[in-house]
């Protein structure tokens, strides 16, 4: 799994047409559906804390897990000027990550579950999401389909802003079903000069049928599979996939 180093600097501005609101109407309906209205809930994959914060404005004790320090001192940064600094955020692997406890439930959103690269991982990851909810904990995570990536494959954006600018350079190996993305950093330092990054990150597309199956060998049931935070149903079309199990 990739880190975010020189983009987690600007990653909330260049992400900025993600419809988080969105995407949290769904998720905090769907929790509240299954009876989960406060309690602790972790997020995998929890990157700048964007939806982290709007759970925990829910009533919702949360928990950020992500592998990137740099994005999580963003995340702690916001914290402290949203005033919510009960949040805790954890430093680790989704696929080594340690809990206090259990908790009501988890969720994982902006396709991070494919940053997993292979499938022992993710069924491992899996299992410890099976390992830390309570009885009738929910799991809800998002991921991007292959049908995404082939509409992108070899694509190639750019985007400027007062921040900084990057080239994102798209590439799709199919037989791997590694998508991989090239990204060229040009970010001000403090002497009205800008530094160049080059990073790459990496991740995988999995099927439908592969996800459901990966979750139960954990030991998981699979409740619903809907397209992209919404009541549609998932067909051949669909660029992202959200599905929603229990324990």
Sequence with gaps: MNE???????????????????WFEYIHNTLVKYEIEN?????LGCGTGTMTE???????????????MEMLEIAMDKRVESGFESILYLNQDMCEFELYGTVKAIVSVCDSINYVLNEEDLI???KL??????????????????????????????????????????IYYEEEKINEYQLTLFL????????????????????????I???????????????????????DESARIVIVARK
């Design 4 to 22: 975010y180093l020189a983009f987690s600097r600007v990653y909330d501005t260049f992400m900025d047409d993600i419809p988080y609101e969105e």
């Design 39 to 43: 309690g602790i809930i972790a997020e």
């Design 54 to 68: 709007m759970l925990a404005k829910s009533g919702y004790d949360m928990i950020g897990i992500d592998n990137s």
């Design 124 to 126: 491992q990851t899996f």
């Design 129 to 170: 999401v099976n390992n830390y909810l309570e009885p009738d904990g929910i799991f809800l995570f998002d991921f991007t389909t292959e049908k995404k990536y082939l509409d992108i494959k070899d694509a190639t954006i750019a985007e400027n802003s007062e921040e900084g600018s990057f080239i994102w350079e798209n």
């Design 188 to 211: 001000p330092d403090n002497h009205g000069k800008y530094d160049k990054y080059c990073e790459i990150h990496q991740q995988r597309a999995y099927t439908l049928e592969e996800m």
């Design 213 to 235: 199956s990966y979750i139960e060998l954990a030991g998981m049931q699979v409740i619903t599979t809907t397209d992209n935070y919404s009541d549609k149903e998932v067909d």
